[in-house]
């Protein structure tokens, strides 16, 4: 048994609908696996993502939170609908599609065209109207591993921009490779946008071995041409929530340390790693603190809505809470997956570095390091990190997440119990450092 | 470079329509290549079936063969349709399934069911019909991996039988566990049967992460119902191909070498390791050993048609060949992924057996040991071993094999380019060895 593990004193037992939860070093796991069986796939705005407010809400309260509460706000709700990718004569065959998150569907009759590949959406944004009007785009850009995930935010662009792009040079369609480190073939979601001064054009993933497929295809037959149909619905404005919880402070309860995840996930897989297991960590450690006695300050859990969507359920809370934002001492956000975190950043004020190096002491035996003081916190906590809210970030080791990430392959046999349960250790040091101290990591 | 690839003297240049083929170490894996690229899967009896057909053909020809021919069959056509399984509420979510090959379909509005859960074949077939009556069966049979592919034998009874025993019972449907090693969120297809005597129910499967998912949602639900829709159809009787060709033997003409793969393939992949590496890896030995001069025995090259839908190809062949069968000196079949080979079995005579010995000589140093004499010789050359043809088995490492086996992740990047030129390797020696000797395996 590792070292961490004798911290946890398990004895309670809570008592839920369908599971037994345990107050023990297995929570986080437990929890997880109890979203992603009961629940399942949740996309924000859907029937599914409000079974998931209410499930939140009823395991924050049999967790033995002192406050569960839910925030509503609106988002346009979207709907993937049946995609198909055919590649006509004479190589006739099906590849595997899926539409990207918000595009439109195709007309019913789906779009017949030649194909014009680019390697990347620089090189699609360099590129002569002729050569792309009328065609179908493929972005064929191949994306590496690494543990920090440097890679995604290189090749993620052809995702987000790329049918703003391909539509100005008049291209009826945009497929991109997959934004993903694996050679299974699944084909990742993930949201895109359009420009209000652009026409939009369907949107679609391709997975990996397929644009490998469809690049020899080419290769062979450049009058190349495909089918694409999908059948997306965009059905207006619906509510979705943020759920919160908290473990009010003992001694300075006005002030915030505000650990978080998001709710939503996209409706492929199962959300386990993307974000069940940020959310059944941030929930774990509220419940196995409050086990030890209240903590100075108050801990609040928030579980984003519509991550997934563009940061929605985020930026309606600091909407919401713009006022108190000076009462947010800190923030941070788990959702990079369920591997070993292996290294501390921060984002604090200068003063502050000598806590946090005493935090990375603390953190030292579960082998994490202490890197830079540019964290985002998360992409949900980088909307308040910007309203000045100090955070920090537990990095974990992203090499595979790429290889699951917004594919239907994202599910709870992919979540390692011994590596969550080394992130709810470093979470629970983390979080008590901040939560018994008087620190201003402001300054 | 290994020592194996310098036997091969790399000159010639095939100009095939598409692809520049080497006569070099590299072919089969140019071959595999071409099949899956240009033609992509192929279900017997399909249109796709009949272009991998005319893909042979053409390829047999430009390789240099002395003969080629097709030989037509009839067999039943069956298409798969659309699949869903759904989990009715409280854990209302949807699970990837497939239909097994052969399945009728569900009524259109589907079948919504109880479930019961066997964890093999066996034990549905001790259960009691109260048990069944009117459920949904599925049968949780985990799969182990192993590098002969022994659990394979273990498990696949499920798939080939379980609608069988469900359904005199009184089943309405039966759902398997995929018959695959793989956490994968992969469906696995492969061939079901029925009985005259027995109702027909739909059959289909679940992917193992599916089926792990679907088990944890019944130990705490046990009375859920699941909601199954599958549209296939079974079109009747059309034509399908074995696709032979010939290097001419020099000194016994008549004396037939017989060297083989299927080039039918399940519907979902590409059917690069299922088996489009076999195809390449026979059509490149002809070629190849052609190169060096005629050999002295005829070389026959049979690509099977419909393996998978039952040895159809391999029936037909041996009724049509069988007042020939004695001129049959040699057969074996490689049908197995295209991992390296790593054992020599034979089923030949007792007095061969120093031939054979001799053989496992000359593949030493490709790492391949002496096994037993126990070989099918592969799925299809089975059937003309039981009309007392000799055989050997290259057996493959099959380890990975059963990770890719029936499901759209079977694509040609899965194919190891070097592991294919050591199997080239392999059957080279062996072919020359038979085919440039007057040995009697009978014996
Ligand atoms: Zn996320
Ligand atoms: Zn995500
Ligand atoms: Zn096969
Ligand atoms: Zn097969």
Redesign the pocket.
């Known amino acids: 048994m590792k070292i961490w593990l004798t911290m946890l004193i398990a004895t309670v037992s809570v008592n839920l609908a369908a599971n037994e939860l345990k107050l023990d070093n297995s929570l986080a796991y437990k929890l997880t696996e109890s979203l992603t069986v009961e629940v399942g796939a949740r996309i924000a705005g859907s029937a599914a993502d409000e079974r998931a407010v209410v499930w939140a809400e009823k395991n924050f309260a049999a967790l033995g939170y002192d406050k569960v509460w839910r925030e509503a706000f609106d988002m346009p709700y979207w709907q993937r609908g049946a995609a198909s990718l055919t590649v006509n004569a004479p190589f006739h065959q099906s590849l595997v599609v899926t539409a990207l998150g918000g595009s439109i569907a195709t007309p019913a009759l789906g779009i017949d065209s030649n194909v014009v590949m680019f390697d990347s959406l620089e090189q699609l944004k360099n590129a002569d109207t002729p050569r792309v009007k009328g065609k179908i785009v493929f972005i064929n850009h191949s994306m590496a591993k690494d543990k920090e995930g440097e890679f995604y935010g290189q090749v993620v662009g052809a995702r987000a921009q790329g049918a703003v792009e391909a539509a100005k040079l008049g291209a009826k369609a945009i497929i991109i490779r997959s934004v993903g480190t694996s050679l299974n073939r699944f084909a990742h979601t993930g949201v895109m946008r359009y420009s209000d001064n652009v026409a939009r054009i369907p949107a679609a993933a391709i997975s990996v071995p397929d644009a490998i497929q469809l690049e020899k295809m080419l290769a062979l037959q450049p009058n190349l041409t495909l089918q694409l149909t999908m059948q997306n619905k965009l059905p207006g404005i619906v509510k979705s929530h943020n759920v919160i919880a908290e473990i009010t402070g003992s001694k300075r309860p006005d002030e915030i340390v505000l650990i978080s995840?998001?709710l939503d996930?996209w409706d492929q897989g199962t959300g386990a790693l993307?974000?069940g297991a940020?959310v059944g960590l941030v929930m774990a450690v509220g419940a196995l603190i409050k086990q030890q006695g209240q903590p100075e300050r108050t801990i609040r859990v928030v579980l984003f809505g519509n991550?997934?969507g563009g940061l929605l359920g985020a930026k309606a809370y600091a909407a919401k809470h713009a006022a108190n934002m000076d009462k947010h001492v800190f923030a941070s956000e788990s959702?990079?997956g369920a591997d070993r975190v292996w290294r501390l950043d921060s984002g604090v004020g200068e003063k502050s570095l000598a806590f946090i190096a005493e935090l990375q002491q603390k953190l030292a035996h579960l082998d994490i390091s202490l890197g830079n003081n540019n964290a985002s916190g998360g992409?949900d906590v980088s909307v308040i990190k910007a309203l000045g809210v100090p955070v920090v970030t537990l990095l974990q080791d992203g090499t595979d997440y790429f290889d699951y990430?917004h594919t239907a392959n994202d599910t709870f046999d992919k979540v390692n119990a011994e590596a969550l349960a080394q992130n709810l250790a470093a979470w629970l040091i983390t979080t008590k450092a901040v939560a018994n101290s008087q620190v201003d990591l402001r300054q």
Chains 1, 2 share one sequence.
């Open positions: 995840a998001h996930s993307d974000d940020g991550e997934e959702d990079f992409p990430h």
